[in-house]
């Protein structure tokens, strides 16, 4: 049984950093970039439109559709229709893609579909350079320094964790608001402070929400100064209403997709390792 041949289509610099590391167990072909924006030391082959070579798998970004239900592929100057790259597939393959929505299950019905953002692993490995893209963000913004900074973290879960040790290393006096007691062992466990999310309030410099679900509306937002800089690390729907932040004067960030834009090289090279550990449960590869 031979190895499977791999399709990368659409996505940003990570995924061509992804498609670098799987060839070196994979043959992989790349759909969605303009030939620009492939650096030559990558030596990626470039898939060609015309091309009727059938591919085993296909690895598509984080989300794979845009708004308009094409392939997101924002390194290309074409619109890529989601049916364009299923012409480079082959009956039976099989698509892995982050943020897997069920637009992209309807568009691909014949095909089994994988979201590698549900895999523990890739959650772990991915917490790291979140963190890191947030503070280098919250750096940027900042008229202060982190060190001594009044810092709330919401949500001590592998985002907020990595960031309490971050920014332990930068001298700030760190909060992490929590919901239950194992919030509150998990604080305590990282040597910081912690404090009911209901009972929140005070003079923090900087807020990080890591919790997919509205924790500042109109009235939370109140009890906090307008100088405070919210950075939202949460996925949809998030966890600020910035309508609301807005209203208050407050600074607040939606910083989706960091990974990709502060770290693609790591975040495309996880993406890599994720993708290969998935196909390897499915005993498509070789041992």
Not at 116 to 125: I, Q
Not at 145 to 166: D, S
Not at 245 to 263: C, Q, R, S, V
């Amino acid at each position: 049984m031979k190895r499977p041949e791999i399709l990368i289509a659409g996505g940003d610099m990570r995924q061509l950093y992804c498609a670098a590391k799987l060839s070196r167990e994979f043959e992989v072909g790349v759909l969605g970039f303009d030939r620009e924006c492939i650096p030559d030391e990558l030596e990626l082959k470039a898939v060609e439109r015309s091309e009727t070579h059938c591919y085993d798998c296909a690895v598509l970004p984080v989300p794979p559709l845009n708004s308009e239900g094409n392939l997101f592929a924002p390194c290309s100057s074409a619109v890529i229709s989601i049916s364009a790259v299923a012409e480079f597939l082959a009956a039976d393959a099989v698509i892995y893609a982050g943020r897997v929505d069920d637009r992209l299950r309807k568009a691909l019905p014949q095909h089994t579909v994988y979201d590698y953002l549900l895999c523990e692993e890739m959650s772990l490995k991915n917490a790291v350079p979140t963190a890191e893209g947030a503070v280098q963000l919250a750096l940027e913004e900042l008229p202060v320094t982190l060190n001594g900074l009044k810092v709330l973290i919401v949500g001590m879960g592998r985002i907020g964790t990595a960031l309490a040790e971050i920014l332990k290393g930068f001298g700030a006096d760190i909060t992490a608001a929590v919901h239950n007691s194992r919030g509150t062992a998990k604080a305590r466990l990282h040597g910081i402070r912690s404090v009911p999310t209901k009972r929140l309030s005070g003079d923090y410099g900087l807020v990080f929400n890591t919790v997919p679900k509205l924790i500042f509306g109109n009235e939370m937002l109140s009890r906090f100064d307008k100088n405070t800089l919210f950075i939202d690390l949460a996925s949809k729907p998030g966890g600020i209403d910035f309508d609301a932040a807005l209203e208050h004067g407050i600074k607040a960030i939606w910083a989706l997709g960091l990974p990709g834009k502060t770290a693609p090289v790591t975040s495309g090279e996880i993406i890599a390792e994720t993708v290969s550990s998935m196909i390897a449960e499915r005993g498509e590869a070789i041992e």
